[in-house]
Antibody
Framework: EVHLVESGGGLVQPGGSLRLACAGS????????MNWVRQAPGKGLEWVAN????????NYVDSVKGRFTISRDNAKNSLFLEMNSLRGEDTAVYHC??????????WGQGVLVTVSS | QSALTQPASVSGSPGQSITISCAGT?????????VSWYQHYPGKVPKLMIY???KRPSGVSDRFSGSKSGNTASLTISGLQPEDETDYYC??????????FGGGTKLTVL
């Protein structure tokens, strides 16, 4: 059975940093693109970043380019999101998502990131 | 990276059919057969209902169907049921390698 479990969320001041982690199990990570998708309070779903099966190709939504870095460790079936220079508008529940567009799509429960002074 | 355009809300009576549109551009919806639809109950994890424009994952009711014409994709729900009342999101691959979601549509079953 597939499992994705996010960790690393919490309260951080504007300008601060956080590192989110996603631990996967029940599937071969090198078979899938992985994504981070967020949902701000009262707002819709927003795709944040993705990374290809081997970790070479990475894409980001414009609003996080230069501030967020996605990475993965297939040996540990883990996905990461390094978030720097955090802003209030980054406050959201962040979901780790396997293959967001395909039949194999699978979402983690999400982790809350709150950016506030 | 503009969000895909969905109606904020749609409504229908039990047993009726409704269609939710998802308007994109030639750089996303119009260029790829990589459009998916999610059903999302607040506080729950989004559920994949349609992928590849028209394909249904195993276990999804055949009351849900997808289509695409030009730069606009659509989700049709036939035989509306009360439990269909929730939020629906489309998403698409883009030519720059990113993914873009629609703003979401709230379905009300009258």
């Amino acid at each position: 059975e597939v499992h994705l479990v996010e960790s690393g969320g919490g309260l951080v001041q504007p300008g601060g940093s956080l590192r989110l982690a996603c631990a996967g199990s029940g599937f071969t990570p090198s078979d899938y693109w992985m994504n981070w998708v967020r949902q701000a309070p009262g707002k819709g779903l927003e795709w944040v970043a993705n990374i290809d099966e081997g970790g070479r190709t990475k894409n980001y939504v414009d609003s996080v380019k230069g501030r967020f870095t996605i990475s993965r460790d297939n040996a540990k079936n883990s996905l990461f999101l390094e978030m720097n220079s955090l802003r209030g508008e980054d406050t959201a529940v962040y979901h780790c998502v396997r293959s967001v567009l395909g039949e194999g799509a699978y979402w983690g429960q999400g982790v809350l990131v709150t950016v506030s002074s | 990276q503009s969000a895909l355009t969905q109606p904020a809300s749609v409504s229908g009576s039990p047993g009726q059919s409704i269609t939710i549109s998802c308007a994109g551009t030639s750089s996303d919806v119009g260029s790829y057969d990589l459009v998916s639809w999610y059903q999302h109950y607040p506080g729950k994890v989004p559920k994949l209902m349609i992928y590849g424009v028209t394909k249904r994952p195993s276990g999804v009711s055949d009351r849900f169907s997808g289509s695409k014409s030009g730069n606009t994709a659509s989700l049709t729900i036939s035989g509306l049921q009360p439990e269909d009342e929730t939020d629906y999101y489309c998403c698409s691959q883009t030519s720059s390698g990113t993914v873009v979601f629609g703003g979401g549509t709230k379905l009300t079953v009258l």
